[in-house]
């Protein structure tokens, strides 16, 4: 599998046991049990990508969700720092979901690994594990909800500074 919308990206060993390994250290553990994790590993793929070096641009087409496992990964937006990403923190959610182009940019902070998955993978554990993809999606539901809630509380803040 070749991913086609992040830039940059070594391939690494993608044995499922290894990738649910790399799973089995982020956030995404607690919501699945080690079989499903398994499973998730046939689909997500391991990737490294080395400091300084641009994940993906503003603008470009999306398609694929991120988990990193190490490094740090900072965010852009009009090319101003938005956030830090650290390990266990997911980038891409949206795009995985509506298709749509990036609405940020990612540069690799320090040298990191990344579990992704495209759409592809993503139709293909929708077919072969439908409930699974279920969970998927509702985990990405739930980063989505807290990523609005965040963003909602801080302009809330912001305009009643003003």
């Known amino acids: 599998m070749a991913i086609t919308d992040t830039l940059n990206l070594i391939s690494m060993d993608d044995a ?78 949206m795009s995985l979901i509506d298709h749509q182009p990036r609405s940020a940019k990612a540069i690799v902070n320090t040298d990191s690994e990344l579990l992704i998955i495209d759409q592809a993978m993503f139709e293909r554990l929708s077919d072969d594990h439908p409930r699974l993809a279920l969970r998927v999606v509702l985990k990405i539901a739930y980063f989505l909800s807290q990523n609005l809630r965040k963003t909602s509380g801080e302009l809330s803040d912001l305009l009643e500074s003003h």
């Open 16 to 93: 499922a046991q290894r990738v649910a390994e790399m799973l089995d250290a982020t956030s995404w553990a607690k919501d699945f049990s080690w079989p499903q994790m398994l499973v998730l590993g046939r689909y997500f793929k391991p990737y490294a990508i080395q400091a300084g070096l641009l994940l993906f641009d503003e603008g470009s087409k999306g398609g694929s969700m991120g988990i990193l496992i190490k490094g740090s990964i900072d965010i852009y937006k009009a090319n101003q720092r938005i956030a830090t990403l650290n390990p266990g923190r997911t980038y891409g959610e």
